[in-house]
Nanobody, 122 residues
Framework: QVQLVESGGGLVQAGGSLRVSCAGS????????MGWFRQAPGKEREFVAA????????YYADFVKGRFTISRDNAKNTVYLQMNSLKPEDTAVYYC???????????????WGQGTQVTVSS
């Protein structure tokens, strides 16, 4: 099993930056693909970014390309999402998830964190 805990969310002005982290525990963290998803009020959960077990392969949603960067440090059992040039429409609860493959499909991820709120003011 993998337990995931997100942190680093908060309030930031449009154009600003924020880094959210996801700390994992469990023997399989370092062999898991990791994804970030987000959910805004009244909307479905949507894919943001994913990274394979080694960090050598990443995948981004079109709306974050060039602004967000996913990375991981397996020695620390942590995955990061660096968010730059934030927009008010990026406001959402951000969730990390662990799965077997790098895909943008929530159902393919087995373990989820509780989420961290990111609010971007205009």
């Amino acid at each position: 099993q993998v337990q995931l805990v997100e942190s680093g969310g908060g309030l930031v002005q449009a154009g600003g930056s924020l880094r959210v982290s996801c700390a994992g525990s469990g023997r399989t963290f370092s062999s898991s693909a990791m994804g970030w998803f987000r959910q805004a009020p009244g909307k479905e959960r949507e894919f943001v970014a994913a990274i394979n077990w080694s960090g050598g392969s990443t995948y981004y949603a079109d709306f974050v390309k060039g602004r967000f960067t996913i990375s991981r440090d397996n020695a620390k059992n942590t995955v990061y999402l660096q968010m730059n040039s934030l927009k008010p429409e990026d406001t959402a609860v951000y969730y990390c998830a662990a799965g077997g493959v790098v895909v943008p499909v929530p159902s393919q991820y087995y373990y989820w964190g509780q989420g961290t709120q990111v609010t971007v003011s205009s």
